[in-house]
Structures are given as structure tokens and as C-alpha cells.
């Protein structure tokens, strides 16, 4: 929230200094930074490895959520047949498995977040400098990160958006 206003009083500060001053006329734009990441090429590809790499997890823990119900399943049907102290010992070592099982999940849940924060970050990288140059070059006073807490309305005309995914698709097939 404070973000927020904070960007909102300096932007209005801007503005309202620009009018005054009179000296230059402010040239505005936006981007969309989320959407440049996700449609962009080597976000796309960030993406497809995020998946992949998601699924693989995903995979890895329905095998052993079967393997626990599987084993619940067998310590189900002895249960009648095997004497009170086998029994127990087996119940705390299913408890056991279920909880490691449980933890495993927590676990992967924040590597995946890990890694999905890190292809972001390799992607931010190359962004915001694209960014930067783009908005020195065409002379722009003031380039803004769409965001509909900060800034809620503004006209589609000032969107470099598909400007700055071309540069960085550009970019990313000369490496």
C-alpha cells in the first residue's frame, strides 16, 4: 500500500512539475511487464521448462502417495491378523511415511517456488535494461510498469508492451 501511494505521489509530482516547468513535453508510456515475460520467447520457454519440471514433480509425488496408500491398504487387511505390538509398530511407521510424504509435498511446493521466482529473475534481467535503452532512445520521460493498483486507467495508445517483447525476442535469437 505504501508502494503504492508512494509511486502515485511521485508520479503525480512529476506530472505536476512537468506542467509547471513547461520546458520539455513528457512523453509517457507503459509495459506490462507480466504479460512481456509470459509471451515472451525465452518466457514461453522459461515457462515450458517450469512445467516440465512440474510435472516431473507432481509425478514423483503420486508415486509415493500410492505407495502409502498402498501400504495402508495391506496394514488394513493384516491389522486382524497381526498381534497388538506388530500392529502399532506398523500404524506408527504409516504415520511416519505420511508425514514425510507431507513434508516432501511442502517441500517441493517451495523449490518449485524457487525455481519459478529464478526464471523470472533471468527474464527481469534481460527486461528492464531493454526497457531502460528503449526509453532513453525514444526520448520518453517517464516508462511505467502496468499495474492496476498503481495506475487505473490509461490509454492502450501509450503500451510498448509488444515494442519491448519484439526486443527481447530479437535479443534472444542473436544468443
Do not use: H, P
Given at each position: 500500500?505504501?508502494?503504492?501511494?508512494?509511486?502515485?505521489?511521485?508520479?503525480?509530482?512529476?506530472?505536476?512539475?512537468?506542467?509547471?516547468?513547461?520546458?520539455?513535453?513528457?512523453?509517457?508510456?507503459?509495459?506490462?511487464?507480466?504479460?512481456?515475460?509470459?509471451?515472451?520467447?525465452?518466457?514461453?520457454?522459461?515457462?515450458?521448462?517450469?512445467?516440465?519440471?512440474?510435472a516431473r514433480v507432481k509425478d514423483g509425488l503420486l508415486k509415493e502417495k500410492e505407495k502409502i496408500e498402498q501400504a495402508a491398504e495391506m496394514l488394513q487387511k493384516q491389522s486382524a491378523m497381526l498381534t497388538d505390538d506388530v500392529r502399532r509398530s506398523k500404524e506408527l511407521d504409516m504415520a511416519r511415511?505420511?508425514?514425510?510424504?507431507?513434508?516432501?509435498?511442502?517441500?517441493?511446493?517451495?523449490?518449485?517456488?524457487?525455481?519459478?521466482?529464478?526464471?523470472?529473475?533471468?527474464?527481469?534481467?534481460?527486461?528492464?535494461p531493454i526497457v531502460r535503452d528503449y526509453g532513453k532512445k525514444h526520448e520518453f520521460s517517464i516508462i511505467f510498469e502496468r499495474s492496476e493498483r498503481v495506475v487505473l486507467h490509461i490509454d492502450p495508445a501509450l503500451d510498448l508492451t509488444d515494442k519491448i517483447i519484439a526486443i527481447l525476442d530479437a535479443g534472444s535469437q542473436k544468443k
Open positions: 500500500m505504501k508502494k503504492t501511494l508512494l509511486s502515485f505521489m511521485i508520479a503525480t509530482a512529476l506530472l505536476a512539475g512537468a506542467a509547471v516547468c513547461g520546458a520539455t513535453e513528457m512523453k509517457i508510456g507503459y509495459v506490462d511487464i507480466q504479460r512481456a515475460v509470459m509471451e515472451s520467447k525465452s518466457g514461453k520457454a522459461a515457462n515450458e521448462k517450469f512445467t516440465a519440471e512440474a511415511r505420511q508425514r514425510d510424504y507431507e513434508r516432501m509435498v511442502e517441500d517441493q511446493k517451495a523449490e518449485l517456488q524457487l525455481k519459478e521466482a529464478q526464471l523470472t529473475g533471468e527474464i527481469l534481467e534481460e527486461l528492464i
